[in-house]
């Protein structure tokens, strides 16, 4: 369910958590990330992408907005609405590609939406940016 944790002086790269029910997706994903220096953690359902968010403080969570139970735009707008987790950056990392559900995703308080398939390149180009926002290097 997660990653090992180190603590973030340990990492200073920053701390993601994959919210993902597809292992396809999350390996590779989660091994890319480490192997970049970032702290990396999983969730396979909403509800334990939800309690890793409040007990972990991640920098960026990567969501698929089809996780279940709650889905990724339920998860995304619960995180908006609470106020200690306002610094939370969120990139949907998603198979919804059609216009509305990408609109859905931003208007639930997301930083960026990417679709599946995705890039190496671009996911690492969409992870660097949010997180030197997240810590106030590009404001």
Not at 15 to 35: C, N, S, V, W
Not at 36 to 64: H, K, N, R
Not at 100 to 105: F, N, R, W
Request: charged content about 20%; proline content about 5%; some cysteine.
């Amino acid at each position: 369910m997660t990653a090992d944790q180190p603590d973030s002086a340990s990492h200073p790269r920053g701390r993601i958590l994959i919210a993902d029910h597809e292992q396809g997706t999350t390996i590779p994903l989660k091994f890319l990330l480490e192997q970049s220096g970032y702290t990396v953690l999983t969730a396979s359902s909403g509800e334990t992408a939800l309690q890793l968010i409040v007990d972990d403080s991640p920098d960026l969570v990567l969501l698929e907005a089809m996780i279940s139970n709650p889905d990724g735009f339920e998860i995304c707008q619960t995180v908006r609405e609470t106020p200690q987790l306002a610094g939370t950056r969120i990139l949907f990392v998603s198979a919804m590609a059609r216009d509305v559900d990408i609109a859905k995703g931003m208007a639930a308080g997301a930083d960026g939406y990417i679709t599946k398939p995705f890039s190496n390149s671009d996911i690492m180009d969409h992870v660097r940016k949010l997180l030197e926002i997240a810590n106030g290097s590009d404001e």
